[in-house]
C-alpha cells in the first residue's frame, strides 16, 4: 500500500507522456526523411532519380520534361536525394501527408 | 469426446491473421493445428525481380518490427557474394542500430504481454519507455521505425559527435525503467500468476524442435547467434547471453527483459569503441554467379538469408527463413494439456511475426480425421 501511494503521489504531480497531438506539435529531429521535394530549377535531367527509386514513385511529366514523386507510392528512403548530382531533391520534415486530393499527393 | 475451437484467421490476440485450430476436452487442450498463409505477400518472389539496391528497401518490409535486422542480413549476404567487406565504422552503427531495435522489439513483446494478461497499467508504461528509444532510431536514422540506414558495403548515415550525450542520457532512462520492470515481473502478484507454469517448453523439446531466440534460452538453452557464429562487430563486443531454466511464459519475459539491460550495454560500449573512418565503400551491383547463406540474430532469434546469384543485377532466388517459423512447431508441446483461457498469452509468448512468416504453409496434424480436413482446405487454397 505505501509504495502504490508514492507512485500515485509522483504520477499526479507528472507531465502527460502524451502531447495533444493537432494543437500541439512536436518537430522532428534534423535529418528527418519526411517528404521529399523536387527544385525544378536545378534539375538537369539526367534520371539517375528514377534509376535509384526503389518502388518506381518517380515519372517524368511529359510537358514540362521534368521529374514528379508520387507520395502514395514513395517510402521514404531518401536515396534519390542522395543520387541527385545537383541536390535539386531534398527531405524535408513535412510528414502530414494524409490527403484526399490526388493531385495534392504528387510532388510539383 | 473432444470439441474443436477454431480461433482464427481474426483472432484476439494478435493484430495478425493467422488460423489456429484446438481441439479441446471440457478446458484442457489435446491438439492444435496451425495453419498459416493468410498475410502472404509474395516476397521472395518479387525479390527475384528487382536489383540488389531495390531489395535492400524491400527486405525491409518483410517485417515492420526488425526491419533493421531484416536488411543488415540482406546486406551481409550480398557483400560476402560481391566479395567486400564493409568498414569497420559501418560494423559498430549496423551493431547499434541492431540492438536499439531489440530494445524496443523487447518493450513492444512486454507491453502486449501485459494487456494479453489484463494487465493494462504496465502496458501503457512499457509503450512510454518505449518512445525513448523510438526516439533515439528517430534521430540516429531518420526514420522511427524503417531506418533505411544499411545499404550494400556499410552505412548510409553517420553518428554524429553531438548524437552521444543525447544516446547517454536516453540509454540511462531505458535502463531505470528496465530494471523497474525486472522488479515488478519478480514481485507482482498478477503476472506471477498469470504467466508462470504456462505454456511450458522443457529443455528437450526446444532441442527437438529446433527452437531459436528468447524462446530456446528460456528454455534453458544457451544459444545466440551473436556469440555462436559472430557476424559484423559483434565478435569485438562483450555481453552475456541471457537465459533462464523455467521455459514458460515467465521465463520468456524475463529473458527479454534481461536482453534489454544486455543490449543497452553493448550500444554503450559500441558507442565507446567505435573507430573512425569510412563508413561505406562502393560495390558494384554486378555479382558474380554464386550462392551464400547468411544468419544474424533478430530479437526473435536466428534470422537466415540465402541469396544466389547469376552474374546480373537481380539475384536468382532470395529464401528467407524468419525466427518466428522456428520457433512454431514447439507450439503444440507448449499447448497440449493447457487451458483455453491461456491462449493468447502463450501464443504471444513466442513473439510470433506472422506478416514475417507467411511465406510457407505448416500442417501440424495427429489424427487421420484432421489431416483429411487440412488437406481438403490446402486444395481449397491452391484453386
Known amino acids: 500500500m505505501p509504495r502504490i501511494l508514492s507512485q500515485v503521489l509522483k504520477n499526479l504531480l507528472r507531465k502527460p507522456a502524451t502531447v495533444k497531438y493537432p494543437y500541439v506539435r512536436v518537430k522532428p529531429p534534423k535529418g528527418y526523411r519526411g517528404a521529399p521535394v523536387i527544385d525544378k530549377e536545378k534539375c538537369i535531367r539526367c534520371w539517375l532519380c528514377i534509376r535509384a527509386c526503389p518502388d518506381r514513385a518517380i515519372s517524368v511529366n511529359k510537358e514540362t520534361k521534368k521529374p514528379s514523386i508520387w507520395h502514395g507510392r514513395c517510402t521514404f528512403c531518401g536515396e534519390c536525394a542522395e543520387v541527385c548530382p545537383t541536390r535539386a531533391i531534398t527531405m524535408t520534415e513535412d510528414f502530414e501527408l494524409a490527403t484526399y486530393d490526388i493531385q495534392r499527393a504528387r510532388s510539383e | 469426446m473432444t470439441f474443436v475451437v477454431p480461433i482464427g484467421p481474426q483472432h484476439p490476440a494478435l493484430k495478425e491473421p493467422e488460423f489456429f485450430r484446438f481441439e479441446v476436452r471440457g478446458e484442457e487442450i489435446v491438439d492444435v493445428d496451425i495453419h498459416l498463409g493468410y498475410a502472404h505477400r509474395g516476397i521472395e518472389e518479387a525479390f527475384s525481380r528487382r536489383n540488389y539496391k531495390h531489395n535492400i528497401y524491400l527486405s525491409e518490409r518483410i517485417c515492420g518490427i526488425c526491419n533493421v535486422v531484416h536488411s ?241 543485377e537481380i539475384p536468382e532466388r532470395v529464401r528467407v527463413r524468419t525466427p518466428t517459423y522456428g520457433n512454431f512447431a514447439s507450439m503444440k508441446s507448449m499447448f497440449v494439456g493447457g487451458t483455453i483461457a491461456e491462449i493468447p498469452i502463450v501464443i504471444w509468448g513466442i513473439d510470433p511475426c506472422f506478416a514475417c512468416n507467411d511465406r510457407v504453409t505448416l500442417v501440424d496434424s495427429r489424427t487421420g480425421k484432421t489431416r483429411i480436413a487440412s488437406f481438403d482446405e490446402l486444395r481449397r487454397w491452391r484453386k
Open chain 2, 72 to 312: 543488415t542480413t540482406y546486406c551481409q549476404a550480398v557483400e560476402q557474394l560481391a566479395g567486400v567487406e564493409p568498414p569497420e565504422r559501418a560494423k559498430y552503427i549496423r551493431a547499434i542500430i541492431m540492438e536499439l531495435e531489440r530494445i524496443h522489439s523487447h518493450l513492444l513483446w512486454l507491453g502486449i504481454a501485459a494487456h494479453q494478461i489484463g494487465f493494462n497499467t504496465l502496458f501503457m508504461l512499457a509503450w512510454r519507455d518505449r518512445e525513448y528509444v523510438m526516439d533515439l532510431r528517430e534521430m540516429i536514422s531518420g526514420g522511427r521505425v524503417h531506418s533505411a540506414t544499411n545499404t550494400i558495403g556499410g552505412v548510409r548515415r553517420d553518428v554524429k559527435i553531438e548524437h552521444v550525450p543525447t544516446f547517454l542520457r536516453g540509454l540511462e532512462k531505458l535502463e531505470q525503467s528496465t530494471n523497474y520492470y525486472i522488479n515488478l515481473f519478480k514481485s507482482d502478484r498478477t503476472i506471477l500468476a498469470r504467466c508462470t507454469n504456462l505454456g511450458v517448453l522443457s529443455k528437450e523439446d526446444a532441442i527437438k524442435f529446433c527452437t531459436v531466440g528468447p524462446t530456446a534460452r528460456a528454455s534453458g538453452l544457451k544459444t545466440d547467434i551473436r556469440r555462436d557464429d559472430p557476424y559484423g562487430a559483434y565478435d569485438a563486443l562483450s555481453f552475456d547471453v541471457a537465459i533462464e531454466r523455467d521455459g514458460d511464459v515467465w521465463a520468456k519475459g524475463m529473458v527479454r527483459l534481461r536482453e534489454i539491460l544486455e543490449s543497452i550495454q553493448i550500444v554503450r560500449q559500441a558507442l565507446k569503441e567505435m573507430p573512425g573512418g569510412p563508413i561505406r565503400i562502393r560495390v558494384g551491383l554486378q555479382i558474380p554467379p554464386n550462392e551464400t547463406i547468411e544468419r544474424t540474430e533478430a530479437p526473435r532469434g536466428e534470422l537466415l538469408y540465402y541469396i544466389r546469384s547469376n552474374g546480373t
